[in-house]
């Protein structure tokens, strides 16, 4: 039985992996370093994009768990058609809510207090006092309501905010309240000033933030996606942060990376900043916690932790 485990980080980096395994180091080079039809157990490069990320997979005839670095796997799914069935493929839960949840509210609390305008202020040696918003007595509306959305709520609650609403793939009760489906978003929207998304990039997802949604969010309301661009139709936020109706602030983009001379760039009432929800110092003690764990059940042929899908269901 083949054993190979390829890693992105070198395996001397990380402490607690079982012995036994070949562990093989590959963090997105143009050359394989090993047979990919020996690898086992197969650890996507982080943050390098899908063609990295699915490169090996076609040829990974063995491969019985795939484990991503990321929290959401929409560029590794594309890769999974042609593997064996019983591949599960897994995320990275419990590494990123932290860092996503701080970016969320960091992008939040910039926004609606007028950060961006006081650096521009700043450089220019302006002086620009007045009234701002203000997050207290705000109604929030989380969109994607998994870990990294119930993070974003833990870190909300001392900000004093009227009302927090949750939107997830289907409806339940936390210990927080109630989770509502996203059918119910027509009706949410009217009445929240900041919404937040987090959600997954899936078939349902994609272009969830489209006109019909953007219309329906409040004058003067904020839009802020730590999730993927793909969830915005950026057409449409474009025309509406044109208006000056609505305000955003976006750590991913549709495309990405943003390029030079995109519109978005200079549009009215956005902040942006470079996709970097998950990559703080954070991460990587995190993913090393997450790998050493996730192996040392595989090397025990326990069940990872984490599943997020299975090859050939």
């Known amino acids: 039985m083949t054993s190979d485990?390829?890693?992105?980080?070198?395996?001397?980096?990380?402490?607690?992996?079982?012995?036994?395994?070949?562990?093989?180091?590959?963090?997105g080079a143009a050359d394989f370093p090993a047979d990919p039809a020996d690898c086992a157990f197969y650890v996507?490069?982080?943050m390098k994009g899908q063609e990295i990320a699915v490169r090996p997979l076609a040829r990974m005839t063995s491969v019985r768990v795939v484990q991503t670095l990321s929290a959401g796997t929409d560029h590794v799914l594309p890769g999974l058609a042609g593997l064996p069935a019983g591949v599960r493929l897994c995320n990275a839960k419990g590494v990123h809510e932290a860092s996503t949840a701080e970016l969320a509210l960091t992008l939040v609390l910039a926004s609606l207090r007028g950060v961006p305008g006081f650096v521009a202020g700043q450089e220019r040696e302006e002086w620009r006092s007045g009234f701002y918003p203000?997050?207290?007595?705000?109604?929030?509306?989380?969109?994607?309501?998994?870990?990294i959305g119930a993070a974003i709520e833990d870190r909300l609650t001392p900000f004093?905010?009227?009302?927090?609403?949750?939107?997830?793939?289907?409806?339940?009760?936390?210990?927080?309240?109630?989770?509502?489906?996203?059918?119910?978003?027509?009706?949410?929207?009217?009445d929240a000033d900041v919404v937040i998304l987090s959600t997954p990039l899936t078939e349902e997802t994609k272009g969830l933030a489209d006109a019909e949604f953007l219309a329906r969010m409040k004058d003067g309301a904020l839009l802020v996606n730590v999730a993927r661009g793909a969830v915005v139709?950026?057409?449409?936020?474009?025309?509406?942060?044109?208006?000056?109706?609505?305000?955003?602030?976006?750590?991913?983009?549709?495309?990405?990376?943003?390029?030079?001379?995109?519109?978005?760039?200079?549009?009215?009432?956005?902040?942006?900043?470079?996709?970097?929800?998950?990559?703080?110092?954070?991460?990587?003690?995190?993913a090393k916690r997450l790998l050493a764990g996730q192996l040392t059940r595989f090397a025990a042929g326990e069940e990872p932790h984490n599943v997020v899908h299975t090859t050939g269901r």
């Open 5 to 27: 485990i390829w890693l992105p980080i070198p395996a001397d980096e990380i402490e607690g992996l079982p012995s036994g395994p070949r562990y093989v180091h590959w963090d």
């Open 134 to 147: 203000s997050l207290a007595d705000k109604s929030v509306l989380i969109v994607g309501y998994g870990s």
């Open 44 to 46: 996507v490069p982080y």
């Open 233 to 286: 139709d950026t057409k449409a936020l474009l025309g509406e942060l044109e208006s000056g109706r609505i305000r955003a602030a976006l750590d991913v983009t549709e495309p990405e990376p943003l390029p030079a001379g995109h519109p978005l760039w200079h549009a009215p009432g956005v902040l942006i900043s470079p996709h970097v929800g998950g990559s703080t110092s954070a991460f990587l003690p995190r």
């Open 160 to 190: 004093e905010c009227a009302r927090v609403a949750r939107v997830a793939r289907s409806a339940r009760t936390t210990g927080r309240g109630e989770v509502h489906p996203l059918d119910a978003l027509p009706a949410l929207l009217p």
